[in-house]
């Protein structure tokens, strides 16, 4: 039986975000039946296409044979500063509620076809300079067991049968959210600058081209294991923060130290901040994908046209 998946029903979690809701029309236009678990159903048919099915609990899918599973879902690490109340929410919405998804269909004895499971490049911790693709190992900080024990919970599906993708992500840009919205409004203001030296590796991709990378992993039967979601273009936070000054035709004037943000952000600015990640994108052009937006200043382009 094949494992590639051109048609059918697809269950998204983390559906109304700012991958889950373009994601949704996205592969809507490619005719996908989808369905997207969320929260707060009511407020999520009020963001989606109407052609989306909007549920709240997972036992109002047991009659749906699903042919794939993309789990986006999860707290965002970088909305507030870190306690050990957050990161146990952390948890819970990826590993916790991973495994309830497995636990589900198991249940009902349905499993999916794939399963295509977020992770996040933080997977590898600081790698300083060198070079990181999925062959590389797990670091050691909060973020980088997160992450690992997140891959864990999905790794119980492939147990059974399912074709699984661990999409370990970069920063994902546009302007209308992630890490970009958050880095506009002082930028535009010529109030930008790069974050301590600016040496660390910034990995990143262009929204459009993660949904492409997307539908490409739903569709290739032989994509499975880890996949660096990361254009191919490696560059540091100060390269990143000078073309996005260029790009706003404004200047970068105001750095931050390391010290300030670790007073401000505490653990998180190690570990989210100023933790360097080369990454390369060496499965998925293995594969045979290609980027639009294989580097930054290409992306920025687009990001800013208007």
């Known amino acids: ?39 707060n159903p009511v ?13 709240g609990r997972l036992d109002e899918l047991e009659a749906i044979d699903f042919t794939a599973v993309i789990n986006l879902a999860g707290e965002s690490l970088a ?13 819970a919405s990826r590993v916790d509620f991973t495994q309830r998804l497995f636990d589900f269909f198991v249940s009902v004895d349905r499993l999916p076809k794939v399963l295509l499971n977020a992770s996040a490049v933080g997977f590898y911790g600081n790698c300083g300079d060198r070079l990181v ?23 119980r599906f492939e147990a059974k049968g399912v074709r699984v993708c661990r999409m370990r992500f970069g920063i994902v840009l546009e302007q209308d959210g992630g890490a970009l919205k958050q880095m506009l409004p002082a930028f535009r203001l010529g109030l930008g600058g790069r974050m301590g030296t600016g040496q660390h590796y910034m990995p990143w991709i262009h929204r459009r081209d993660l949904l492409r990378l997307i539908l490409f992993l739903l569709q290739q039967e032989q994509a499975r294991g880890a ?9 540091t936070n100060l390269q990143f923060t000078r073309l996005l000054a260029q790009s706003l035709h404004r200047p970068a004037l105001l750095p931050m130290p390391e010290p300030v943000l670790r007073l401000l952000f505490g653990e998180m600015a190690d570990a989210l901040l100023l933790s360097s ?5 060496a499965a998925a052009q293995a594969l045979g994908f290609t980027f639009e937006y294989p580097n930054l200043q290409q992306a920025f382009a687009a990001i800013f046209k208007n």
Request: charged share 25%.
């Open 1 to 39: 039986m094949s494992d590639s998946v051109k048609s059918g029903n697809i269950l998204i979690t983390g559906g109304t975000g700012f991958i889950g809701r373009h994601l949704c029309d996205y592969l809507i236009a490619q005719g996908y039946q989808l369905w997207v678990l969320s929260r």
């Open 43 to 55: 407020a999520g048919r009020n963001l989606l296409n109407e052609e989306v099915n909007v549920v």
């Open 79 to 91: 909305a507030a500063r870190w306690s050990d109340k957050s990161k146990q929410e952390f948890r």
């Open 133 to 155: 693709d999925e062959r590389d190992g797990a670091g050691s900080d909060f973020a980088a067991q997160l992450c690992c024990d997140w891959e864990a919970a999905a790794l």
């Open 227 to 235: 996949i660096n979601a990361v254009s191919p273009e490696s560059v």
């Open 277 to 281: 990640q080369r990454v390369v994108p």
